[in-house]
């Protein structure tokens, strides 16, 4: 469990201490996601504007009157054919971790959405005053909102 977490007092019971953790979890798991998608998307897109800027100035521009010589040229050379199997290998990861991303934010939205609803069980009498206390702590420490439902 995170220290931070930990440290709330005793009106946070610990199956909320825990549903905290866990939300925390999800949280940094989808931050994670986000970035490592993200970075995928931007390396795919740098090589392939540098593949077709190649293609375009060693391939396109010498042999233009000529389809067919193009294309000749294209596929005699192998690199030519290992980079766009490259190519379209990195933009299907790019599609697989977007996937992966959508996965792990909806269960952190989806986590973070049930403690909202469940706020009135979770801290009752007394703690239900200083919940707000939580609430402030989880968005200024881990940027969780726990006071509305939308994003």
Known sequence: MHEFIREFEEWTDPA???MLNNLVD???KFDRAKKLHLY???TAMFTAFCFLYYVTKAILEPYSYSFGTMFSVYVSDSIHLLISVFLAGLFGAVKVLYQQ???KEKEYQDLRKEIIDRSKDLWKDEAWKR???VFDKMKSQFDINLYHGSK
Do not use: G, P
């Open 16 to 18: 909320t201490k825990q």
């Open 131 to 133: 919940r707000h206390q």
């Open 40 to 42: 995928i998307l931007w």
């Open 26 to 28: 999800r949280k940094q």
């Open 101 to 103: 991303k959508e996965k």
